[in-house]
């Protein structure tokens, strides 16, 4: 039994590129520690976005079970969007559980936690966190997060002006959250310690050309921030106290784009998809519709009992609709013949719980470097913007500083079980995850 566990999170980091950069001597203290234990290979939910992803992890159930989709969802009977954030989770989180035992956490940068809620310890929110004065529990640290200058995430905006200033901001965000670790890391007692880090996630998003690329201008302060990423784990690495499980991961893997893929447009071009007039908004749908599509590929049929303008009939009419769609899109081939849809699932196939009539009815997943899009401001149904990454749904990684015999790939629900069985806790029979031992 541990006396305490830590979980170190690198949002977006490729198990292949952990792999590489340890290799090639960027980041020395995590090949060090890599040997103390057990380094994996790991699958993240489907779609593989952060905010399903993290919320697996928070509580080892499917999003049937938790209740988070994506970063957005639409109101009842309505096309229009919402942004459902960690009220809306429907299952107890690690640390809710761990409160039961007069265990205390503290859980810092974890996404999808925005607004943050009482808990036995202290939380700053993640991604998409936008007022520190929602962000922090207790409110009370946030006259001392003001003094750090402490960033809620990077400012990606920036990217759009200046690399090297957004650069600049992924680098000085992430010498902050350094001090903020440290701080709560000496200054609290706890049982339960999560720190999570988003900048990798951004830095592969706007500029995973410079990690392939090595004449790219930025491929050496690419490496560079995985040097100061190495030296953050292999400082908390050193203060390990006896006794205590050190856990990293995780939540999705990254990849270089070809191309992005704006299903909408094709659903449009397929006929399965029409507006009332040349607007082209959700809102704006026709009861001739028989599906629409939300980031990154998540597909909804037009079903009358749920949607407004809903057309199609629940039963054998909807079978045959997903059918339709199915074999449509898995047949779309790029101007070189190319097909870049990999694989299309039916939501039952992959998710089970008492909230999957909120799910969407199908979702959508690509080959590798073809970006699915939800928009709908695009004119054609191919195109790239300012993106050099995206993310991967198999290539997530998982470490545990001990030895453990696993007989199928990890996936990110199991990580909730496996850090209550380092505490030698009982699992909850509803967990979906298996603890890796």
Not at 180 to 208: C, P, S, V
């Amino acid at each position: 039994m541990s006396k305490k566990v830590v979980v170190f999170g690198l949002d977006g980091t490729p198990y292949t590129m952990l792999e590489k950069l340890t290799s090639a001597g960027i980041m020395p203290e995590t090949k060090k520690i890599l040997g103390d234990g057990t380094f994996l290979q790991m699958d993240a939910p489907v779609p593989e976005i952060s905010s399903v992803s993290w919320s697996c992890f928070m509580t080892g159930k499917n999003p049937a079970k938790h209740g988070i989709f994506g970063f957005t969802d639409f109101k009842p009977y309505s096309y229009s969007i919402r942004f459902p954030n960690f009220t809306e989770l429907k299952s107890e989180t690690i640390w809710d559980i761990l409160s039961k035992y007069k265990k205390r956490s503290i859980v810092l940068n974890m996404p999808a936690t925005y607004p943050a809620k009482p808990l036995n310890g202290v939380m700053i929110s993640g991604f998409v966190a936008v007022d520190i004065n929602k962000a922090v529990y207790p409110a009370s640290l946030i006259p001392l997060l003001d003094d750090m200058d402490y960033r809620l995430d990077v400012d990606v905006q920036l990217a759009f002006e200046s690399l090297d200033k957004f650069l600049d901001n992924v680098f000085k965000t992430l010498e902050i959250r350094e001090k903020a670790f440290e701080h709560f890391w000496n200054k609290e007692q706890w049982e339960l310690f999560i720190g999570i880090i988003t900048g990798t996630d951004r830095l592969h998003h706007y500029l995973w050309n410079a990690y392939e690329d090595k004449y790219h201008r930025f491929h050496k302060r690419f490496y560079e921030y995985y040097s100061k990423v190495d030296h953050i784990i292999g400082k908390f690495y050193s203060f390990l106290p006896d006794d205590t499980t050190f856990i990293m991961l995780s939540d999705h893997g990254f990849t270089g784009i070809k191309e992005e893929i704006y299903l909408n447009n094709l659903l449009v071009e397929l006929g399965f998809l029409r507006f009332k007039t040349e607007k082209k908004e959700l809102e704006n749908i026709s009861n001739e519709t028989i599906a629409f599509i939300l980031d990154p590929g998540r597909v909804y049929i037009n079903i009358k009992k749920r949607f407004p303008e809903g057309c199609v009939e629940e039963g054998d009419h909807y079978e045959i609709v997903r059918e339709k769609i199915i074999n449509s899109i898995m047949s779309f081939e790029l101007s070189n013949n190319i097909k870049p849809i990999k694989s299309i699932f039916k939501v039952e196939d992959i998710y089970q719980g008492e909230y999957i009539n909120s799910a969407p009815d199908l979702i959508i997943q690509s080959n590798y470097g073809y970006d699915l899009k939800g928009t709908l401001n695009e004119e054609n149904i191919t195109g790239k913007r300012i993106f050099t990454g995206m993310h991967t749904g198999d290539d997530a990684f998982f470490f545990i500083n001990r030895r453990i015999n696993v007989d199928k790939k990890p996936h990110i629900i199991d990580l909730a079980p496996t850090i209550l069985s380092s505490f030698n806790l009982d699992i909850p029979e509803d967990m979906d995850g298996m603890p890796l031992t």
